[in-house]
Protein backbone atom coordinates (compact mmCIF):
# COMPACT_ATOMS: atom_id res chain seq x y z
CA UNK A 1 0.00 0.00 0.00
CA UNK A 2 1.36 3.99 -0.70
CA UNK A 3 1.72 5.49 2.18
CA UNK A 4 1.86 8.89 1.51
CA UNK A 5 5.03 10.94 2.37
CA UNK A 6 4.94 14.45 4.27
CA UNK A 7 6.10 17.48 2.87
CA UNK A 8 8.60 17.77 4.95
CA UNK A 9 10.56 14.36 4.79
CA UNK A 10 10.52 15.37 0.96
CA UNK A 11 12.21 18.65 1.24
CA UNK A 12 14.78 16.58 3.75
CA UNK A 13 15.46 13.88 1.43
CA UNK A 14 15.61 16.45 -1.34
CA UNK A 15 18.23 18.09 0.48
CA UNK A 16 20.36 15.12 1.36
CA UNK A 17 20.12 14.06 -2.40
CA UNK A 18 21.70 17.40 -4.23
CA UNK A 19 24.17 17.42 -1.03
CA UNK A 20 25.52 13.88 -1.65
CA UNK A 21 25.10 14.38 -5.30
CA UNK A 22 27.48 18.04 -4.76
CA UNK A 23 29.99 16.26 -2.97
CA UNK A 24 30.11 13.61 -5.42
CA UNK A 25 30.50 15.65 -8.57
CA UNK A 26 32.44 18.32 -6.16
CA UNK A 27 36.15 16.88 -7.71
CA UNK A 28 35.07 17.54 -11.47
CA UNK A 29 33.21 21.20 -10.46
CA UNK A 30 36.69 21.90 -8.64
CA UNK A 31 38.61 20.65 -11.50
CA UNK A 32 36.59 22.37 -14.19
CA UNK A 33 36.95 25.63 -11.85
CA UNK A 34 40.46 25.23 -11.80
CA UNK A 35 40.62 24.75 -15.35
CA UNK A 36 39.78 28.41 -16.17
CA UNK A 37 42.41 29.47 -13.46
CA UNK A 38 46.24 31.34 -13.55
CA UNK A 39 48.51 28.87 -11.70
CA UNK A 40 48.89 31.78 -9.36
CA UNK A 41 45.05 31.49 -8.18
CA UNK A 42 44.74 28.06 -8.47
CA UNK A 43 47.08 27.08 -5.30
CA UNK A 44 45.88 30.49 -3.71
CA UNK A 45 44.89 30.46 0.29
CA UNK A 46 42.51 30.35 0.93
CA UNK A 47 41.15 29.06 -2.29
CA UNK A 48 39.11 31.37 -4.42
CA UNK A 49 35.60 29.54 -6.01
CA UNK A 50 34.06 32.23 -8.40
CA UNK A 51 35.64 35.25 -8.32
CA UNK A 52 38.84 34.79 -10.77
CA UNK A 53 40.01 36.33 -14.01
CA UNK A 54 38.35 33.44 -16.22
CA UNK A 55 40.94 32.66 -18.53
CA UNK A 56 41.38 30.04 -21.46
CA UNK A 57 45.36 29.88 -21.35
CA UNK A 58 45.50 26.65 -19.90
CA UNK A 59 43.25 25.19 -22.73
CA UNK A 60 45.70 26.88 -25.07
CA UNK A 61 48.66 25.61 -23.36
CA UNK A 62 47.65 22.06 -23.49
CA UNK A 63 46.49 22.16 -27.11
CA UNK A 64 42.63 22.01 -26.81
CA UNK A 65 41.63 25.10 -29.02
CA UNK A 66 38.50 23.03 -30.41
CA UNK A 67 36.52 25.04 -32.72
CA UNK A 68 32.65 24.55 -31.90
CA UNK A 69 31.43 26.89 -35.00
CA UNK A 70 29.73 29.33 -31.71
CA UNK A 71 32.87 29.23 -29.82
CA UNK A 72 36.49 28.57 -31.62
CA UNK A 73 39.18 28.58 -28.90
CA UNK A 74 41.92 29.59 -31.30
CA UNK A 75 40.38 33.59 -31.41
CA UNK A 76 41.68 33.34 -27.77
CA UNK A 77 44.87 31.32 -28.03
CA UNK A 78 48.35 32.85 -28.96
CA UNK A 79 51.68 30.96 -29.59
CA UNK A 80 51.85 27.30 -30.06
CA UNK A 81 50.33 24.77 -27.86
CA UNK A 82 52.61 22.88 -25.79
CA UNK A 83 50.76 19.41 -26.61
CA UNK A 84 48.37 18.10 -29.54
CA UNK A 85 45.40 17.44 -27.95
CA UNK A 86 44.18 15.87 -31.38
CA UNK A 87 46.37 13.14 -31.62
CA UNK A 88 46.04 11.96 -27.87
CA UNK A 89 41.64 12.37 -28.49
CA UNK A 90 42.83 9.78 -31.93
CA UNK A 91 44.20 7.31 -29.80
CA UNK A 92 42.02 7.21 -26.93
CA UNK A 93 38.94 6.85 -29.49
CA UNK A 94 41.33 4.59 -31.27
CA UNK A 95 41.77 2.16 -28.61
CA UNK A 96 38.21 2.62 -26.76
CA UNK A 97 35.78 2.01 -29.87
CA UNK A 98 38.63 -0.56 -31.25
CA UNK A 99 38.78 -2.67 -27.91
CA UNK A 100 34.98 -2.78 -27.57
CA UNK A 101 33.64 -3.03 -30.82
CA UNK A 102 36.37 -6.24 -30.97
CA UNK A 103 35.06 -7.25 -27.58
CA UNK A 104 31.33 -7.47 -29.20
CA UNK A 105 32.34 -9.17 -32.01
CA UNK A 106 33.67 -12.01 -29.24
CA UNK A 107 31.56 -11.59 -26.85
CA UNK A 108 28.19 -12.47 -29.01
CA UNK A 109 28.86 -15.72 -29.97
CA UNK A 110 29.92 -16.55 -26.31
CA UNK A 111 26.70 -15.18 -24.70
CA UNK A 112 24.87 -16.79 -27.19
CA UNK A 113 26.17 -19.70 -26.75
CA UNK A 114 26.08 -19.26 -22.81
CA UNK A 115 22.08 -18.03 -22.65
CA UNK A 116 20.50 -20.47 -25.60
CA UNK A 117 23.19 -23.69 -25.27
CA UNK A 118 24.36 -23.76 -21.84
CA UNK A 119 26.51 -26.84 -20.53
CA UNK A 120 26.41 -28.18 -17.81
CA UNK A 121 29.42 -25.54 -16.72
CA UNK A 122 28.48 -22.56 -18.40
CA UNK A 123 27.66 -21.14 -14.58
CA UNK A 124 31.29 -21.60 -13.79
CA UNK A 125 33.01 -20.39 -16.63
CA UNK A 126 30.76 -17.40 -16.08
CA UNK A 127 31.88 -16.86 -12.38
CA UNK A 128 35.44 -18.00 -13.78
CA UNK A 129 35.35 -14.99 -16.57
CA UNK A 130 34.49 -12.77 -13.75
CA UNK A 131 37.03 -13.52 -11.36
CA UNK A 132 40.06 -12.48 -13.60
CA UNK A 133 38.46 -9.32 -12.66
CA UNK A 134 39.45 -9.62 -9.63
CA UNK A 135 42.91 -10.46 -9.87
CA UNK A 136 44.87 -7.45 -9.38
CA UNK A 137 46.01 -5.89 -12.67
CA UNK A 138 49.36 -5.35 -11.84
CA UNK A 139 49.91 -8.65 -10.67
CA UNK A 140 50.65 -9.50 -14.39
CA UNK A 141 52.26 -6.46 -15.09
CA UNK A 142 55.17 -8.39 -16.07
CA UNK A 143 54.05 -11.07 -17.78
CA UNK A 144 51.81 -8.80 -19.51
CA UNK A 145 55.23 -6.08 -20.28
CA UNK A 146 57.28 -9.54 -21.64
CA UNK A 147 55.02 -10.52 -23.92
CA UNK A 148 54.62 -6.52 -25.35
CA UNK A 149 58.32 -6.56 -25.40
CA UNK A 150 58.84 -9.98 -27.43
CA UNK A 151 56.19 -9.03 -29.54
CA UNK A 152 56.78 -5.56 -30.14
CA UNK A 153 53.68 -4.42 -29.15
CA UNK A 154 54.24 -2.03 -27.22
CA UNK A 155 52.93 1.75 -27.82
CA UNK A 156 50.85 0.58 -30.59
CA UNK A 157 46.90 0.90 -31.29
CA UNK A 158 47.20 -3.26 -31.99
CA UNK A 159 48.76 -4.10 -28.58
CA UNK A 160 46.64 -1.33 -26.41
CA UNK A 161 43.54 -2.57 -28.65
CA UNK A 162 43.99 -6.42 -27.48
CA UNK A 163 44.99 -6.33 -23.84
CA UNK A 164 41.69 -3.61 -23.23
CA UNK A 165 39.33 -5.72 -25.35
CA UNK A 166 40.63 -9.07 -23.03
CA UNK A 167 39.97 -6.64 -19.90
CA UNK A 168 36.46 -5.78 -20.51
CA UNK A 169 35.93 -9.00 -21.94
CA UNK A 170 34.11 -10.69 -18.98
CA UNK A 171 32.17 -7.38 -18.63
CA UNK A 172 31.08 -7.18 -22.16
CA UNK A 173 29.87 -11.46 -22.22
CA UNK A 174 28.08 -10.76 -18.72
CA UNK A 175 26.03 -8.10 -20.05
CA UNK A 176 25.00 -8.88 -22.99
CA UNK A 177 24.27 -12.70 -21.31
CA UNK A 178 21.68 -11.12 -19.03
CA UNK A 179 20.21 -9.29 -22.46
CA UNK A 180 20.22 -12.45 -24.02
CA UNK A 181 18.69 -14.47 -21.38
CA UNK A 182 15.55 -11.87 -21.94
CA UNK A 183 14.94 -12.74 -25.65
CA UNK A 184 12.30 -15.95 -25.52
CA UNK A 185 14.27 -19.00 -27.13
CA UNK A 186 11.36 -20.31 -29.06
CA UNK A 187 11.99 -17.76 -31.34
CA UNK A 188 15.70 -18.64 -32.33
CA UNK A 189 14.39 -21.90 -32.79
CA UNK A 190 11.70 -20.58 -34.99
CA UNK A 191 14.62 -18.99 -37.05
CA UNK A 192 16.13 -22.69 -36.74
CA UNK A 193 13.71 -24.13 -38.11
CA UNK A 194 13.13 -21.53 -41.51
CA UNK A 195 16.51 -22.50 -42.14
CA UNK A 196 18.30 -20.43 -40.57
CA UNK A 197 22.26 -21.34 -39.86
CA UNK A 198 23.85 -20.66 -36.53
CA UNK A 199 25.65 -17.05 -38.34
CA UNK A 200 21.88 -16.22 -39.68
CA UNK A 201 20.02 -16.63 -36.82
CA UNK A 202 22.28 -14.16 -34.82
CA UNK A 203 22.55 -11.59 -37.22
CA UNK A 204 19.02 -11.72 -38.55
CA UNK A 205 17.48 -12.34 -35.77
CA UNK A 206 19.28 -12.34 -32.01
CA UNK A 207 21.51 -9.32 -32.80
CA UNK A 208 18.42 -6.73 -33.78
CA UNK A 209 16.33 -7.49 -31.30
CA UNK A 210 19.15 -7.22 -28.58
CA UNK A 211 19.79 -3.83 -30.28
CA UNK A 212 19.35 -1.78 -26.88
CA UNK A 213 21.28 -4.14 -24.65
CA UNK A 214 24.15 -4.38 -27.26
CA UNK A 215 23.83 -0.70 -27.86
CA UNK A 216 24.20 0.11 -23.71
CA UNK A 217 26.80 -2.53 -23.70
CA UNK A 218 29.16 -1.00 -26.08
CA UNK A 219 28.69 2.49 -24.62
CA UNK A 220 29.66 1.32 -20.86
CA UNK A 221 32.67 -0.32 -22.25
CA UNK A 222 33.74 2.64 -24.81
CA UNK A 223 33.57 4.79 -21.31
CA UNK A 224 35.25 1.80 -19.33
CA UNK A 225 38.19 1.68 -22.32
CA UNK A 226 38.13 5.49 -22.24
CA UNK A 227 38.79 6.26 -18.70
CA UNK A 228 41.34 3.13 -18.20
CA UNK A 229 44.82 4.01 -16.88
CA UNK A 230 46.94 1.95 -15.52
CA UNK A 231 47.68 -0.45 -18.85
CA UNK A 232 47.62 2.63 -21.08
CA UNK A 233 50.20 4.39 -19.00
CA UNK A 234 52.09 1.20 -18.62
CA UNK A 235 52.14 0.16 -22.08
CA UNK A 236 52.03 3.43 -24.21
CA UNK A 237 54.86 6.07 -24.38
CA UNK A 238 53.81 8.52 -27.76
CA UNK A 239 52.53 6.74 -30.85
CA UNK A 240 50.06 5.02 -29.01
CA UNK A 241 49.51 7.35 -26.37
CA UNK A 242 45.92 8.17 -25.20
CA UNK A 243 44.62 10.81 -22.88
CA UNK A 244 45.58 9.24 -19.95
CA UNK A 245 49.32 10.04 -20.89
CA UNK A 246 48.28 13.11 -22.04
CA UNK A 247 46.91 14.04 -18.45
CA UNK A 248 49.94 12.41 -16.67
CA UNK A 249 52.28 14.77 -18.61
CA UNK A 250 50.94 17.53 -16.87
CA UNK A 251 51.17 16.03 -12.90
CA UNK A 252 54.67 16.18 -12.05
CA UNK A 253 56.32 16.98 -8.78
CA UNK A 254 58.07 20.22 -9.90
CA UNK A 255 56.71 23.72 -10.63
CA UNK A 256 53.00 24.67 -10.53
CA UNK A 257 51.03 22.91 -12.93
CA UNK A 258 48.20 22.81 -11.15
CA UNK A 259 45.72 24.94 -13.71
CA UNK A 260 47.30 23.11 -16.87
CA UNK A 261 46.66 19.48 -15.01
CA UNK A 262 42.74 20.72 -14.26
CA UNK A 263 42.86 21.80 -17.75
CA UNK A 264 44.26 19.04 -19.37
CA UNK A 265 41.57 16.80 -17.17
CA UNK A 266 39.03 18.45 -18.28
CA UNK A 267 39.61 18.53 -21.92
CA UNK A 268 40.02 14.54 -21.54
CA UNK A 269 36.65 13.67 -19.78
CA UNK A 270 34.62 16.18 -22.30
CA UNK A 271 34.38 14.19 -24.48
CA UNK A 272 32.98 11.26 -22.96
CA UNK A 273 30.88 13.29 -20.77
CA UNK A 274 28.92 14.78 -23.93
CA UNK A 275 28.37 11.11 -24.81
CA UNK A 276 27.49 10.15 -21.62
CA UNK A 277 25.16 12.69 -21.27
CA UNK A 278 22.95 12.35 -24.53
CA UNK A 279 23.07 8.48 -23.71
CA UNK A 280 22.08 8.67 -20.38
CA UNK A 281 18.98 7.20 -20.46
CA UNK A 282 20.39 4.30 -22.16
CA UNK A 283 23.22 4.00 -20.04
CA UNK A 284 20.73 3.99 -16.91
CA UNK A 285 18.99 1.24 -18.70
CA UNK A 286 21.69 -0.96 -19.44
CA UNK A 287 23.08 -0.74 -15.49
CA UNK A 288 20.19 -1.56 -13.61
CA UNK A 289 19.05 -4.25 -16.75
CA UNK A 290 17.45 -7.52 -15.11
CA UNK A 291 17.09 -5.65 -11.68
CA UNK A 292 13.55 -5.11 -12.22
CA UNK A 293 11.33 -6.13 -14.39
CA UNK B 1 5.77 -36.25 -49.23
CA UNK B 2 6.04 -36.58 -45.98
CA UNK B 3 6.78 -40.06 -43.87
CA UNK B 4 7.93 -39.59 -41.05
CA UNK B 5 9.44 -42.37 -38.52
CA UNK B 6 10.82 -43.12 -35.72
CA UNK B 7 12.66 -46.38 -34.81
CA UNK B 8 13.85 -46.79 -30.97
CA UNK B 9 13.92 -43.22 -30.29
CA UNK B 10 14.82 -42.03 -26.63
CA UNK B 11 15.60 -38.58 -25.00
CA UNK B 12 17.42 -38.23 -21.54
CA UNK B 13 18.00 -35.19 -19.74
CA UNK B 14 21.13 -36.28 -17.82
CA UNK B 15 19.91 -39.35 -15.73
CA UNK B 16 16.12 -38.10 -16.20
CA UNK B 17 14.78 -40.68 -19.05
CA UNK B 18 12.14 -38.60 -21.05
CA UNK B 19 10.82 -40.32 -23.44
CA UNK B 20 12.50 -44.39 -23.37
CA UNK B 21 12.14 -46.12 -26.45
CA UNK B 22 9.55 -45.32 -28.73
CA UNK B 23 8.09 -46.44 -32.72
CA UNK B 24 6.07 -44.70 -34.93
CA UNK B 25 5.27 -44.70 -37.95
CA UNK B 26 3.30 -41.36 -39.39
CA UNK B 27 1.86 -41.58 -43.01
CA UNK B 28 2.70 -39.07 -45.67
CA UNK B 29 -1.08 -36.32 -46.19
CA UNK B 30 -2.08 -37.63 -42.46
CA UNK B 31 -3.01 -35.30 -39.64
CA UNK B 32 -1.64 -36.86 -36.36
CA UNK B 33 -1.92 -35.21 -33.02
CA UNK B 34 -0.11 -36.05 -29.89
CA UNK B 35 -2.14 -36.23 -26.68
CA UNK B 36 -1.31 -36.48 -23.16
CA UNK B 37 -0.81 -34.85 -19.72
CA UNK B 38 1.61 -32.03 -19.29
CA UNK B 39 4.61 -33.26 -18.68
CA UNK B 40 4.51 -36.57 -20.68
CA UNK B 41 7.36 -35.96 -22.98
CA UNK B 42 4.49 -35.16 -26.11
CA UNK B 43 6.60 -31.79 -27.03
CA UNK B 44 9.54 -33.35 -26.69
CA UNK B 45 9.17 -36.05 -29.15
CA UNK B 46 8.08 -33.00 -31.40
CA UNK B 47 10.38 -31.05 -30.63
CA UNK B 48 13.21 -34.31 -31.55
CA UNK B 49 11.51 -34.80 -35.18
CA UNK B 50 11.83 -30.94 -35.54
CA UNK B 51 15.45 -31.45 -34.54
CA UNK B 52 15.33 -28.21 -31.95
CA UNK B 53 16.43 -31.15 -29.56
CA UNK B 54 19.09 -34.37 -30.34
CA UNK B 55 17.95 -37.70 -29.44
CA UNK B 56 19.38 -39.65 -27.13
CA UNK B 57 19.60 -43.07 -29.11
CA UNK B 58 17.47 -44.13 -31.97
CA UNK B 59 16.75 -43.13 -35.67
CA UNK B 60 14.31 -40.55 -37.46
CA UNK B 61 13.36 -40.92 -40.99
CA UNK B 62 11.82 -38.38 -42.97
CA UNK B 63 10.78 -39.95 -46.21
CA UNK B 64 12.82 -43.22 -45.71
CA UNK B 65 16.30 -40.72 -45.29
CA UNK B 66 18.21 -40.98 -41.91
CA UNK B 67 17.22 -37.54 -40.26
CA UNK B 68 18.73 -38.42 -36.95
CA UNK B 69 21.85 -36.41 -37.36
CA UNK B 70 20.24 -33.39 -39.71
CA UNK B 71 20.00 -29.59 -38.23
CA UNK B 72 16.21 -28.28 -38.16
CA UNK B 73 17.01 -26.96 -41.25
CA UNK B 74 17.96 -29.36 -43.59
CA UNK B 75 14.94 -31.37 -42.47
CA UNK B 76 12.47 -29.42 -44.55
CA UNK B 77 9.54 -29.50 -41.51
CA UNK B 78 7.86 -25.97 -40.32
CA UNK B 79 6.98 -25.15 -36.97
CA UNK B 80 4.15 -23.42 -35.32
CA UNK B 81 4.74 -22.34 -31.88
CA UNK B 82 2.72 -22.36 -28.68
CA UNK B 83 3.86 -18.54 -28.32
CA UNK B 84 3.92 -17.88 -32.04
CA UNK B 85 7.88 -16.66 -31.97
CA UNK B 86 7.12 -14.34 -34.30
CA UNK B 87 9.92 -12.11 -35.21
CA UNK B 88 9.17 -8.90 -33.51
CA UNK B 89 11.36 -6.57 -35.45
CA UNK B 90 10.32 -7.38 -39.14
CA UNK B 91 7.14 -6.47 -40.70
CA UNK B 92 4.65 -9.11 -40.83
CA UNK B 93 5.80 -9.78 -44.66
CA UNK B 94 9.57 -9.71 -43.67
CA UNK B 95 8.55 -12.31 -40.82
CA UNK B 96 6.52 -14.50 -43.67
CA UNK B 97 9.20 -13.94 -46.12
CA UNK B 98 12.21 -14.97 -43.64
CA UNK B 99 12.32 -18.75 -44.51
CA UNK B 100 12.36 -18.11 -48.33
CA UNK B 101 14.87 -15.52 -48.00
CA UNK B 102 17.11 -18.06 -45.89
CA UNK B 103 16.72 -20.36 -48.48
CA UNK B 104 17.78 -17.59 -51.18
CA UNK B 105 14.72 -18.10 -53.26
CA UNK B 106 14.21 -14.90 -56.10
CA UNK B 107 11.83 -11.71 -54.99
CA UNK B 108 10.06 -12.35 -57.27
CA UNK B 109 8.78 -15.89 -56.38
CA UNK B 110 8.89 -14.28 -52.61
CA UNK B 111 6.76 -11.54 -53.30
CA UNK B 112 4.17 -14.18 -55.44
CA UNK B 113 4.12 -16.62 -52.46
CA UNK B 114 4.00 -14.36 -49.65
CA UNK B 115 0.25 -12.87 -51.62
CA UNK B 116 -0.66 -16.20 -51.84
CA UNK B 117 -0.09 -17.02 -48.34
CA UNK B 118 -1.46 -13.99 -47.42
CA UNK B 119 -4.89 -13.99 -49.30
CA UNK B 120 -5.24 -17.56 -48.02
CA UNK B 121 -5.01 -16.24 -44.40
CA UNK B 122 -6.63 -13.00 -44.44
CA UNK B 123 -3.37 -11.40 -43.59
CA UNK B 124 -3.15 -9.25 -46.61
CA UNK B 125 -4.24 -6.07 -45.24
CA UNK B 126 -1.46 -6.23 -42.56
CA UNK B 127 1.30 -7.15 -44.58
CA UNK B 128 3.20 -4.03 -43.71
CA UNK B 129 2.70 -4.20 -39.85
CA UNK B 130 4.51 -5.23 -36.95
CA UNK B 131 3.64 -8.14 -34.86
CA UNK B 132 3.23 -6.19 -31.89
CA UNK B 133 0.41 -4.44 -32.95
CA UNK B 134 -1.44 -7.36 -34.39
CA UNK B 135 -4.13 -9.73 -32.26
CA UNK B 136 -3.61 -13.09 -30.90
CA UNK B 137 -5.32 -14.61 -33.56
CA UNK B 138 -3.89 -12.72 -36.51
CA UNK B 139 -0.31 -13.40 -35.17
CA UNK B 140 -1.53 -17.57 -35.10
CA UNK B 141 -1.75 -17.21 -38.66
CA UNK B 142 1.25 -14.92 -39.10
CA UNK B 143 3.38 -18.11 -38.22
CA UNK B 144 0.74 -20.15 -40.08
CA UNK B 145 1.67 -17.86 -42.76
CA UNK B 146 5.36 -18.17 -42.34
CA UNK B 147 5.08 -21.79 -41.82
CA UNK B 148 3.20 -22.45 -45.27
CA UNK B 149 5.49 -20.37 -47.57
CA UNK B 150 7.96 -22.77 -47.42
CA UNK B 151 5.95 -25.80 -48.56
CA UNK B 152 7.40 -27.95 -46.10
CA UNK B 153 7.53 -31.74 -45.93
CA UNK B 154 5.12 -31.88 -42.77
CA UNK B 155 3.99 -29.11 -40.40
CA UNK B 156 4.43 -29.42 -36.50
CA UNK B 157 2.17 -27.02 -34.41
CA UNK B 158 3.18 -27.19 -30.59
CA UNK B 159 0.15 -26.63 -28.62
CA UNK B 160 -0.65 -23.61 -31.22
CA UNK B 161 -3.96 -22.50 -29.65
CA UNK B 162 -3.61 -22.92 -25.72
CA UNK B 163 -2.88 -18.83 -25.85
CA UNK B 164 -5.97 -18.19 -27.55
CA UNK B 165 -9.14 -16.87 -26.58
CA UNK B 166 -12.06 -20.20 -25.88
CA UNK B 167 -14.01 -18.88 -29.06
CA UNK B 168 -11.09 -17.65 -31.33
CA UNK B 169 -10.14 -21.15 -30.38
CA UNK B 170 -12.73 -23.03 -32.07
CA UNK B 171 -12.35 -20.62 -35.20
CA UNK B 172 -8.51 -21.53 -35.79
CA UNK B 173 -9.20 -25.14 -35.17
CA UNK B 174 -11.35 -25.10 -37.76
CA UNK B 175 -9.02 -23.47 -40.47
CA UNK B 176 -6.08 -25.72 -39.42
CA UNK B 177 -7.98 -28.73 -40.07
CA UNK B 178 -9.19 -26.64 -43.84
CA UNK B 179 -5.63 -26.01 -44.40
CA UNK B 180 -4.83 -29.79 -44.11
CA UNK B 181 -7.91 -30.59 -46.28
CA UNK B 182 -6.47 -28.07 -48.48
CA UNK B 183 -2.84 -29.00 -48.53
CA UNK B 184 -2.34 -32.77 -47.70
CA UNK B 185 0.49 -32.46 -46.17
CA UNK B 186 1.56 -33.79 -43.12
CA UNK B 187 0.97 -32.45 -39.76
CA UNK B 188 1.63 -33.41 -36.36
CA UNK B 189 -0.09 -31.45 -33.77
CA UNK B 190 0.53 -31.00 -29.79
CA UNK B 191 -1.94 -30.46 -27.25
CA UNK B 192 -3.10 -31.79 -24.05
CA UNK B 193 -6.82 -30.96 -25.09
CA UNK B 194 -8.63 -33.95 -25.89
CA UNK B 195 -10.87 -32.15 -27.85
CA UNK B 196 -8.91 -30.45 -30.34
CA UNK B 197 -7.75 -34.05 -30.65
CA UNK B 198 -10.34 -35.72 -31.07
CA UNK B 199 -11.68 -32.93 -33.43
CA UNK B 200 -8.99 -32.45 -35.61
CA UNK B 201 -6.59 -35.65 -36.01
CA UNK B 202 -6.71 -38.73 -38.42
CA UNK B 203 -4.43 -40.46 -35.61
CA UNK B 204 -4.20 -39.89 -32.43
CA UNK B 205 -1.29 -40.78 -30.13
CA UNK B 206 -1.96 -40.88 -26.42
CA UNK B 207 1.06 -40.28 -24.18
CA UNK B 208 1.84 -41.00 -20.98
CA UNK B 209 5.67 -40.81 -19.11
CA UNK B 210 7.03 -40.77 -22.57
CA UNK B 211 5.70 -44.12 -23.51
CA UNK B 212 2.58 -44.28 -26.52
CA UNK B 213 -0.78 -45.72 -24.22
CA UNK B 214 -2.39 -45.76 -27.83
CA UNK B 215 -2.48 -45.14 -31.17
CA UNK B 216 -5.26 -44.99 -33.70
CA UNK B 217 -8.41 -42.94 -35.02
CA UNK B 218 -10.15 -40.74 -32.72
CA UNK B 219 -13.53 -43.40 -32.92
CA UNK B 220 -11.24 -46.24 -31.95
CA UNK B 221 -9.59 -44.60 -29.33
CA UNK B 222 -13.30 -43.47 -27.96
CA UNK B 223 -14.75 -47.20 -28.45
CA UNK B 224 -12.01 -49.35 -27.60
CA UNK B 225 -9.37 -47.96 -25.50
CA UNK B 226 -6.64 -49.74 -24.43
CA UNK B 227 -6.21 -49.01 -20.67
CA UNK B 228 -7.75 -47.27 -18.30
CA UNK B 229 -5.44 -44.40 -19.05
CA UNK B 230 -6.62 -44.22 -22.32
CA UNK B 231 -10.37 -44.82 -21.58
CA UNK B 232 -10.52 -41.96 -18.85
CA UNK B 233 -8.06 -39.15 -21.18
CA UNK B 234 -10.15 -39.72 -24.16
CA UNK B 235 -13.85 -38.41 -23.94
CA UNK B 236 -15.45 -35.80 -22.01
CA UNK B 237 -16.97 -35.56 -19.60
CA UNK B 238 -14.04 -38.80 -18.33
CA UNK B 239 -15.27 -42.56 -18.04
CA UNK B 240 -16.81 -43.38 -14.75
CA UNK B 241 -14.65 -46.19 -13.31
CA UNK B 242 -15.89 -48.84 -10.82
CA UNK B 243 -14.36 -50.99 -9.10
CA UNK B 244 -15.22 -53.75 -6.32
CA UNK B 245 -18.23 -55.97 -6.32
CA UNK B 246 -19.82 -54.46 -9.52
CA UNK B 247 -16.85 -54.85 -11.52
CA UNK B 248 -16.58 -58.78 -10.35
CA UNK B 249 -20.09 -59.25 -11.42
CA UNK B 250 -18.55 -58.10 -15.10
CA UNK B 251 -15.71 -60.40 -14.72
CA UNK B 252 -13.23 -57.38 -14.58
CA UNK B 253 -11.39 -55.72 -11.79
CA UNK B 254 -12.63 -52.36 -12.82
CA UNK B 255 -15.23 -51.21 -15.19
CA UNK B 256 -15.71 -47.96 -16.94
CA UNK B 257 -19.00 -46.72 -18.29
CA UNK B 258 -19.37 -43.14 -20.19
CA UNK B 259 -21.43 -40.51 -18.93
CA UNK B 260 -23.44 -40.53 -22.19
CA UNK B 261 -23.61 -44.50 -21.84
CA UNK B 262 -25.86 -44.48 -18.83
CA UNK B 263 -30.14 -43.92 -19.13
CA UNK B 264 -31.34 -42.20 -16.70
CA UNK B 265 -34.99 -42.70 -15.62
CA UNK B 266 -36.79 -41.94 -11.93
CA UNK B 267 -38.20 -44.80 -10.95
CA UNK B 268 -35.84 -47.68 -11.62
CA UNK B 269 -32.29 -48.48 -12.77
CA UNK B 270 -29.51 -51.16 -12.31
CA UNK B 271 -27.58 -48.05 -10.17
CA UNK B 272 -29.13 -45.61 -7.90
CA UNK B 273 -27.70 -42.80 -6.42
CA UNK B 274 -28.00 -38.66 -5.11
CA UNK B 275 -28.10 -35.96 -7.53
CA UNK B 276 -25.27 -33.31 -6.44
CA UNK B 277 -24.23 -30.95 -9.09
CA UNK B 278 -26.02 -30.26 -12.22
CA UNK B 279 -24.57 -28.41 -15.16
CA UNK B 280 -26.84 -27.27 -17.53
CA UNK B 281 -25.69 -26.93 -21.21
CA UNK B 282 -28.73 -26.29 -22.76
CA UNK B 283 -28.18 -29.12 -25.15
CA UNK B 284 -27.14 -31.49 -22.42
CA UNK B 285 -27.19 -31.84 -18.61
CA UNK B 286 -24.66 -33.33 -16.65
CA UNK B 287 -25.61 -34.78 -13.49
CA UNK B 288 -22.83 -35.35 -10.75
CA UNK B 289 -24.03 -38.04 -8.76
CA UNK B 290 -23.20 -39.21 -4.95
CA UNK B 291 -24.20 -42.51 -2.29
CA UNK B 292 -24.36 -44.65 -5.15
CA UNK B 293 -22.38 -47.50 -3.50
CA UNK B 294 -20.23 -47.79 -6.10
CA UNK B 295 -17.66 -44.80 -6.54
CA UNK B 296 -17.16 -41.23 -5.52
CA UNK B 297 -18.73 -39.55 -8.03
CA UNK B 298 -20.64 -40.86 -10.80
CA UNK B 299 -21.52 -38.14 -13.76
CA UNK B 300 -24.25 -38.99 -15.83
CA UNK B 301 -25.12 -37.09 -19.40
CA UNK B 302 -28.55 -36.40 -20.44
CA UNK B 303 -29.64 -35.07 -23.44
CA UNK B 304 -31.64 -31.86 -23.24
CA UNK B 305 -32.90 -30.30 -20.24
CA UNK B 306 -34.11 -33.39 -17.49
CA UNK B 307 -35.73 -32.53 -14.48
CA UNK B 308 -33.84 -33.79 -11.62
CA UNK B 309 -32.87 -31.14 -8.88
CA UNK B 310 -30.09 -31.41 -6.39
CA UNK B 311 -31.08 -34.30 -3.68
CA UNK B 312 -33.33 -36.13 -5.93
CA UNK B 313 -32.60 -39.77 -6.28
CA UNK B 314 -31.91 -41.03 -9.88
CA UNK B 315 -31.54 -44.33 -11.23
CA UNK B 316 -29.17 -45.23 -14.22
CA UNK B 317 -28.65 -48.07 -16.45
CA UNK B 318 -25.51 -48.69 -18.27
CA UNK B 319 -26.31 -50.01 -21.80
CA UNK B 320 -24.65 -53.23 -21.89
CA UNK B 321 -22.54 -52.63 -24.80
CA UNK B 322 -20.95 -49.86 -24.04
CA UNK B 323 -19.31 -51.26 -20.58
CA UNK B 324 -15.81 -51.22 -20.79
CA UNK B 325 -13.37 -54.22 -18.95
CA UNK B 326 -10.45 -53.50 -17.56
CA UNK B 327 -7.86 -56.18 -15.56
CA UNK B 328 -5.78 -55.53 -12.53
CA UNK B 329 -2.85 -54.28 -14.48
CA UNK B 330 -5.23 -51.81 -16.35
CA UNK B 331 -5.80 -53.51 -19.66
CA UNK B 332 -8.59 -53.59 -22.06
CA UNK B 333 -10.32 -57.55 -21.51
CA UNK B 334 -12.10 -58.16 -24.72
Known amino acids: MARAISTRSKITFTAVAWLIGLLIFFPILWTMLTSFKTEAQAIADPPVVFGFDWTLENYCTVGFRPNLYFFDF???????????????????????????????????????????????????????????????????????????????????????????????????????????????????????????????????????????????????NIILAWNEAFWTLNLTTFDAAPLTQFIAGYSSPEGNFFAKLSAASTAAIAPILVLGWFSQKQLVRGLTFGAVK | MGRIALRNVTKAFGDVVVIPPLDLEIEDGEFVVFVGPSGCGKSTLLRLIAGLEDVSGGQITIDGEDATGSPPAKRGLAMVFQSYALYPHMSVRRNITFPLRMAGMDKAEQKRRVEAAADVLNLTDYLDRRPGQLSGGQRQRVAIGRAIVREPTAFLFDEPLSNLDAALRVGMRLEISELHERLKTTMIYVTHDQVEAMTMADKIVVLQAGRIEQVGSPLELYRTPRNQFVAGFIGSPKMNFITGEEAARHGAATIGVRPEHLDVSETEGEWSGVVGVSEHLGSDTFFHVHDTGLAETITVRASGEVGFRHGDRIHMTPRPDQVHRFGPDGLRIE
Open chain 1, 74 to 220: NEFCEGAPRSEYMRFLWNSVAIAVGSTLLGIVIAVPAAWAMAFVPGRRTKDILLWMLSTKMLPAVGVLYPINLIFVEADLLDTHFGLIVVMTLINLPIIVWMLYTYFREIPGEILEAARMDGAGMGQEIFYVLAPMAVPGIASTILL
